[in-house]
């Protein structure tokens, strides 16, 4: 199984895999399944016209091309309570017809307009000033592509999720030293607490936000791994008491049906990309300048698998 295909059953399609294995395994854990998935449904308020409102909510129930940002939540992580800010941001593009599924990451220092606030900021500074809800119509205008759904996992989730499956391995290629864990050279064995520490470190990467970045990817890898496995099928409660807490979606139970029994072929490809940026400093303050050229490069890559022509 490829990267790409893992960070996607691991963010979004992880729980469309256990829509699956609940309807195989018995109507008990699909009646779980499904009160747990009612527990993380959070509706958002859109800044959308009516249009684009009906369009919005017919896209998974037609089988169009649908996206879903995908956002990582400082909340939780190391006693913090606040809002939160989306320390990881990717978005999710899925096209069934042309079974592919196009993934691109967004760093979170980039400058940008930040919809429904009047100001330029960084785009995971969205999140804290207006929920999911700033964050997707901030997504949308910058990408210039739709924002149909989002999935938020707390970075509290994440460590929950990883001792919910039993632990996980992840393989390393910085050596390093973070929050009283040492992290060497090749696989690493990583519980709750030593994944948290594991995603967390930024300021000895010398690929600094891109590399944590890569490091939180690897975390869900692993946890999506774990979950694909008999273990892991086999500690579903846990998963799912997880689940509940940490992760937020406006994808209803009935999107995630529709999601696990029409949209499997769109996992088929998966192509993997990281948006890239260059550092500067404004008034102290460290962002993230994405050129024309690469915003370009990737507002066409979203748009041809979303089969968006404008």
């Given at each position: 199984?490829?990267?790409?295909?893992?960070?996607?059953?691991?963010?979004?399609?992880?729980?469309?895999?256990?829509?699956?294995?609940?309807?195989?395994?018995?109507?008990?854990?699909?009646?779980?399944?499904?009160?747990?998935?009612?527990?993380?449904?959070?509706?958002?308020?859109?800044?959308?016209?009516?249009?684009?409102?009906?369009e919005q909510g017919k896209v998974i129930a037609e089988k169009k091309p649908f996206s879903v940002l995908l956002l990582g939540i400082d909340t939780g992580d190391l006693g913090r309570t606040e809002v939160g800010r989306s320390d990881t941001m990717m978005v999710g593009a899925v096209n069934a017809s042309a079974k592919k599924t196009t993934i691109v990451s967004i760093p979170r220092d980039t400058y940008v307009d930040i919809v429904g606030?009047?100001?330029?900021?960084?785009?995971?500074?969205?999140?804290?000033?207006?929920?999911?809800?700033?964050?997707?119509?901030?997504?949308?205008?910058?990408?210039?592509i739709p924002i149909d759904h989002y999935v938020a996992i707390n970075m509290k989730g994440l460590k929950e999720l990883?001792?919910?499956?039993?632990?996980?391995?992840?393989?390393?290629?910085?050596?390093?030293?973070?929050?009283?864990?040492?992290?060497?050279y090749g696989k690493n064995e990583l519980n709750g607490d030593k994944a948290l520490a594991f995603s967390r470190m930024r300021y000895d990467d010398p690929r600094g936000d891109y590399g944590r970045q890569e490091r939180q990817r690897k975390i869900v890898e692993g946890v999506a791994k774990k979950i694909l496995t008999f273990d892991g099928a086999t500690r579903y409660k846990e998963l799912l008491?997880?689940?509940?807490?940490?992760?937020?979606?406006?994808?209803?139970?009935?999107?995630?049906?529709?999601?696990?029994?029409?949209?499997?072929?769109?996992?088929?490809?998966?192509?993997?990309?990281?948006?890239?940026?260059?550092?500067?400093?404004?008034?102290?303050i460290s962002y993230q300048r994405v050129s024309e050229t690469e915003l370009n490069r990737v507002q066409t890559e979203l748009k041809k698998t979303l089969d968006v022509n404008n």
């Open positions: 199984m490829s990267r790409g295909k893992k960070i996607v059953l691991g963010i979004v399609g992880f729980i469309a895999v256990l829509t699956i294995a609940a309807v195989g395994i018995g109507a008990k854990v699909y009646l779980d399944l499904s009160g747990s998935v009612q527990k993380t449904y959070e509706s958002v308020e859109r800044q959308l016209d009516t249009k684009r409102k009906e606030k009047g100001t330029k900021d960084k785009i995971n500074h969205a999140y804290a000033f207006g929920g999911a809800g700033m964050s997707m119509d901030t997504v949308e205008k910058y990408l210039d990883v001792d919910a499956v039993g632990g996980i391995t992840v393989t390393n290629d910085l050596k390093f030293e973070n929050m009283g864990y040492t992290f060497t008491d997880a689940m509940e807490g940490n992760i937020k979606t406006d994808l209803s139970f009935d999107d995630m049906k529709k999601i696990a029994a029409d949209y499997r072929g769109a996992f088929t490809t998966i192509q993997q990309d990281q948006m890239q940026g260059e550092g500067f400093m404004q008034d102290g």
